[in-house]
């Protein structure tokens, strides 16, 4: 089994501010990595897949990048409606698609 | 647009068998080429796929609940439906059941679209 890491637990940001977020995988996932942002009480809803493309409707401030092991969410500029939990999530050792652990993006 | 609804039990007792139906709508669950999936969430804690299921009744499971697990479809009712059996405290979750997605590349899916989820607490 594919083990995801995510890092870190939580981010304390303001709004405005740019947010970095590091899943890692135990082994290489080549781009085969989604992300995806969970607000309370609600589903996950998918924002970035295959490291790097953006899903529908996904606005432009958010981008995700790496490959193999180490990726990377970006979201250039906080907006009050980012703060939330974002989770990866690999495909390559299908059909068994494991998520991380999950980052919570709070309100500093 | 598509939209996915689940629907059963919000108690269950130990030991017991756990049902839930994802209704599809807004399309054809057996248009387009998707699997099925239900994904799990224990509350304050990360998701667990379960399993997946193609229209043509295909079906995939989670090596960890895969004896327990039962994952169903029927396309006149545009339902796909879960059933695990022997359930612990420990499988009380907020259970998803979502599309696949699979982009043209490479194995595996990823999940666009996704039901509100619903809470299972299993409890004497």
């Known amino acids: 089994e594919i083990v995801l890491t995510q890092s870190p637990a939580t981010l304390s940001l303001s709004p405005g501010e740019r947010a970095t977020l590091s899943c890692r995988a135990s082994?290489?996932?080549?781009?085969?990595l989604a992300w995806y942002q969970q607000k309370p009480g609600q589903a996950p809803r998918l924002l970035i897949y295959?490291?790097?493309n953006r899903a529908t409707g996904i606005p432009a401030r958010f981008s995700g990048s790496g490959s193999g092991t180490d990726f990377t969410l970006t979201i250039s500029s906080l907006e009050p409606e980012d703060f939330a939990v974002y989770y990866c999530?690999?495909?390559?050792?299908?059909?068994?698609?494991?998520f991380g652990g999950g980052t919570k993006v709070e309100i500093k | 647009q598509v939209q996915l609804q689940e629907s059963g039990p919000g108690l269950v007792k130990p030991s017991q068998t756990l049902s839930l139906t994802c209704t599809v709508s807004?399309?054809?669950?057996?248009?387009?080429?998707?699997?099925w999936s239900w994904i799990r969430q224990p509350a304050g804690k990360g998701l667990e796929w379960i399993g997946r299921?193609?229209?043509?009744?295909?079906?995939n499971y989670n090596p960890s609940l895969k004896s327990r697990v039962t994952i169903s479809v029927d396309t006149s009712k545009n339902q796909f439906s879960l059933k695990l059996s022997s359930v612990t405290a420990a499988d009380t979750a907020v259970y998803y059941c979502?599309?696949?997605?699979?982009?043209?590349?490479?194995?595996?899916?990823?999940?666009?679209?996704w039901g509100q989820g619903t809470l299972v607490t299993v409890s004497s």
């Open positions: 299921i193609y229209t043509s009744g295909s079906t």
């Open positions: 979502a599309r696949d997605f699979t982009p043209v590349t490479g194995p595996g899916d990823y999940f666009d679209y």
């Open positions: 295959d490291a790097s």
């Open positions: 999530q690999q495909r390559s050792n299908w059909p068994l698609g494991t």
């Open positions: 807004g399309g054809s669950i057996s248009s387009g080429s998707y699997y």
């Open positions: 082994q290489s996932v080549s781009s085969y």
